[in-house]
């Protein structure tokens, strides 16, 4: 059946392939007006396990509430006696232009989810003309996506490994194939206890259990467009170095035993000597790390706690965000993600100072429920909202939007967020 994850996010299956169709029908997109009701179509198309891998958090999920409690903690302060007629909400990422402040976020595991989903996320990012970004754990080659969506604006993420020739290796596959930028993930050294899946009895694949399978046969149109047409690939960005890969259980097992769990500055020196690129290192949170990996040369941090996925009560990257961009926002590029849902959540974030947002789960759920065109719905969601907002700010471009424009309410021991 199908595999899962063990110690990080990522993908499943034993087939690679570029042509793709989804076979089954599509949801009323008038009828979907947020992430929750992508959040609804997924549920009913997925099988329990796969949903919940998609949906779940670490442990007893605070860090995962907490992200989207913080912001609701952060209300508006609008300027109302203004013209804003005309709006943009066109931007800079990394330094080049952009229709909206917006990413999607790395995903590992996305080819359980729905056939195809890389090409389908990255063609939908590059319809919308914002980035997408590729994850070493990915169900289709660094080559093949490239060729799949030649148009497309692509990023690429790096699960460190014990290997520095297949670090190098992988850096320069994607620079040979037009990424901009190289995302290095360093917030999950740890295998993470995730007691969704733990209780799923989905580890290495899904357990063969009478529940697991009447959850899977619940799900027909799952099964033909994700089982049956696409067939689930067998981690394509690793299985050239690694001929001991020959389906997703060995591919697990590779990723799991070859990771390098010990991550440090010197690492980060050696990766930037090879990349020449955008350089970002993903699961920063706090300002004096990211004094840190900037002396290592780094052009860049994603703060962020891997959406609630790993450690436990992680404080929520906004909450970090004042922090970090004081220490740091003039010479780094700082992107946040974990929980962003709404234009409301991303025009918060770059009122704190960030330069622009990912979205991971959001994604995820799009594509589960409609294909690229779920994932253009969503973008299409989003940038609205963030348009609006901008209006009822009072503003008529991001970079009007300060701290000024929020309303931020105390810690319950006296103190707010550093910064705020
Ligand atoms: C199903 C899933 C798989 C993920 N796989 C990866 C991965 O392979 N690499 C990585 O750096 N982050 C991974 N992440 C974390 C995302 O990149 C991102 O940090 C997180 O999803 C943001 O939170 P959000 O889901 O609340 O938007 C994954 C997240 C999810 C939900």
């Given at each position: 059946m199908v595999g899962a994850s063990v110690g990080a996010d990522h993908a499943l299956g034993s087939r690679s392939r570029v042509a793709f169709s989804r076979v089954t029908a599509m949801p009323?997109?008038?009828?979907?007006?947020?992430v929750e009701d992508l959040r609804r179509h997924a549920a009913a198309y997925l099988p329990k396990p796969v949903f919940d891998f998609i949906d779940g958090g670490a442990e007893g999920e605070a860090a995962l509430r907490n992200n989207r409690e913080v912001f609701d903690r952060i209300r508006f302060r609008p300027r109302?006696?203004?013209?804003?007629?005309v709006r943009r909400i066109d931007t800079t990422l990394l330094g080049k232009p952009t229709a909206a402040p917006i990413a999607i976020a790395p995903m590992g595991g996305l080819s359980s989810f729905a056939p195809h989903a890389e090409v389908s996320m990255a063609k939908a990012c590059a319809a919308a003309g914002i980035p997408y970004c590729l994850s070493?754990?990915?169900?289709?080659s660094i080559e093949d996506l490239r060729a799949a969506v030649p148009e497309a604006r692509l990023w690429f993420q790096l699960y460190v490994f014990k290997d520095d020739a297949l670090n190098r290796a992988l850096v320069e596959r994607a620079h040979a194939a037009g990424y901009d930028a190289l995302m290095i993930t360093t917030d999950t050294h740890v295998a993470p206890k995730r007691e969704r899946d733990r209780r799923n009895g989905f580890s290495l694949s899904l357990d063969k259990t009478p529940r697991n399978i009447a959850h899977v046969l619940s799900r027909p149109r799952w099964i033909w467009d994700v089982?049956?047409?696409?067939g689930l690939p067998s981690m394509p960005v690793l299985s050239p170095h690694a001929p001991?890969?020959?389906?997703n259980i060995s591919a697990t097992r590779f990723f799991v035993q070859n990771r390098?769990?010990?991550?440090?500055y010197a690492h980060l020196k050696e990766l930037r000597r090879h990349w020449k690129g955008k350089l970002l290192v993903k699961g920063v949170m706090r300002a004096d790390e990211a004094e840190q990996v900037a002396a290592c040369g780094?052009?860049?941090?994603?703060?962020?706690?891997h959406g609630g996925r790993?450690?436990?009560?992680?404080?929520a990257p906004l909450e970090m965000l004042p922090e970090v961009v004081d220490a740091v926002g003039k010479r780094l590029h700082v992107l946040v993600d974990s929980g962003f849902r709404r234009g409301t959540d991303v025009v918060k974030a770059l009122a704190l100072g960030a330069e622009g947002v990912l979205m991971g789960r959001p994604a995820a759920f799009a594509v589960a429920a409609g294909g690229e065109a779920g994932v253009g719905h969503l973008i299409g969601l989003t940038k609205d909202e963030i348009d609006r907002t901008l209006g009822y700010l009072g503003c008529?471009?991001?970079?009007?939007?300060?701290?000024?424009?929020l309303l931020v309410d105390r810690a319950p021991w006296g103190r707010n967020a550093p910064g705020l």
């Open positions: 009323n997109f008038k009828q979907i007006h947020n109302t006696v203004a013209d804003v007629a070493t754990a990915a169900g289709i089982m049956i047409k696409a001991e890969i020959v389906d390098r769990y010990g991550f440090d780094a052009d860049g941090v994603v703060m962020s706690n790993n450690l436990e009560y992680a404080a008529t471009a991001l970079d009007q939007l300060d701290r000024d424009h």
